[in-house]
């Protein structure tokens, strides 16, 4: 079993700041591209962003120069600070990681539960 567990979201008023973070847990290798995702209803869901095991990153158009992305590959565990909030980036955020199994398959893809940011005043 392997889990990922959001925390760090809640109600912010726009302009505000907020840090998203996401663990893993469980029986697994290694862990390799993890990245963060929203939606919103009627939306398909978007990438935010992600970042590789040599910590590259890239980012949606809409959240460059206000959104980073960070990871501690020693405590299997990703963030995303979130600066400069718009009403726009209300959502279920979700945390998004692949990682090799102990078993034979090659890799895996799992996803957190997914944590609500409201941007609002």
């Known amino acids: 079993q392997v889990q990922l567990v959001e925390s760090g979201g809640g109600l912010v008023q726009p302009g505000g700041s907020l840090r998203l973070s996401c663990a893993a847990s469980g029986s697994f290798y290694r862990l390799n591209d993890m990245g963060w995702y929203r939606q919103t209803p009627g939306k398909e869901r978007e990438l935010v962003a992600t970042?590789?095991?040599?910590?590259?990153?890239n980012y949606a158009d809409s959240v460059k120069g206000r959104f980073t992305i960070s990871r501690d590959n020693a405590k299997n565990t990703v963030a995303l600070q979130m600066n400069s909030l718009k009403p726009e980036d209300t959502a279920v955020y979700f945390c998004n990681a692949r990682f090799i199994p102990l078993g034979p398959v090659r890799y895996l893809e799992v996803w957190g539960q997914g944590t609500l940011v409201t941007v609002s005043s």
């Open positions: 970042v590789t095991t040599g910590s590259s990153t």
